[in-house]
């Protein structure tokens, strides 16, 4: 069945540092891919999304593409803040399906 | 409108107690949805809703869980005979879904309802 394996956490960083969190999925069919953001005390926000093979999804500087041959979408950032800790969730939509399916979350911390 | 918003924030009840949640979708969206998140993990789709039609149901939504979208517009998710196991927080969202379209609709996320069963 669908699934998505994203990068264990917790991950901290330094403000600054370049930030990949990995996340890979496994589909049968054609999935549109998302990332969400749950800032401290927060509901999902949604970061960025692709729809298609080779597209960019990016919002405040971070970026991630939709690679159909390695079924994988890596969030990056080149420089994070302070303000980026958040816990940041992978989301495939499901094969045939219009409902997503999450990954287990990735827990940043930025520190000073 | 400013976005998808749920009722209550928190609820603390007994077991075996029952419980409704509402969600009230962005105004202009056709599609909702119900998640659960439990600690620590991802949220899980329970059911979706296109206008007051429900079209679809996760096998997490036991026989003691009933959602609605009467007008299609705000939806209540009730459970019954609570447990303890039913404790998580309960997300709403809702999308547009355009005509014609074949892609997966952008979902907006509420707050979400936190729901611990004693």
């Known amino acids: 069945g669908d699934s998505v394996t994203q990068m264990e956490g917790p991950v901290t960083l330094s403000e600054e540092a370049f930030l990949t969190i990995n996340c890979t999925y496994t589909?049968?069919?054609?999935?549109?891919l998302f990332w969400y953001v749950q800032y401290p005390g927060e509901g999902l926000q949604l970061l960025l999304k692709?729809?298609?093979?080779?597209d960019k999804g990016s919002n405040k500087g971070f970026e991630a593409t939709y690679r159909k041959e390695t079924t994988s979408f890596h969030l990056e950032k080149g420089s994070v803040q302070v303000s980026d800790s958040a816990v940041y969730f992978c989301a495939p939509s499901q094969t045939g399906a219009n409902n997503l399916f999450f990954g287990t979350g990735t827990r940043l911390t930025v520190i000073p | 409108d400013t976005g998808v918003s749920q009722d209550p924030r928190h609820k603390i009840t007994k077991r075996g107690q029952n419980v409704t949640f509402r969600c009230d979708p962005i105004s202009e969206h056709n599609r909702l949805y119900w998640y659960r998140q439990t600690l620590g993990q991802g949220p899980e789709f329970l059911t979706y809703f296109q206008n007051e039609a429900q079209l679809e149901k996760s096998r997490l939504l036991s026989d003691r869980f009933s959602a609605e979208r009467p007008k299609g517009s705000f939806s209540t998710l009730e459970i019954q005979r609570t447990e303890q196991g039913d404790s998580a927080m309960y997300l709403c969202?809702?999308?547009?879904?355009?005509?014609?379209?074949?892609?997966?609709?952008?979902?907006?996320f509420g707050p979400g309802t936190r729901l611990t069963v004693l």
């Open positions: 589909a049968t069919g054609y999935p549109s």
């Open positions: 969202a809702s999308s547009l879904r355009a005509g014609g379209s074949t892609r997966t609709d952008t979902q907006y």
């Open positions: 692709a729809t298609k093979a080779d």
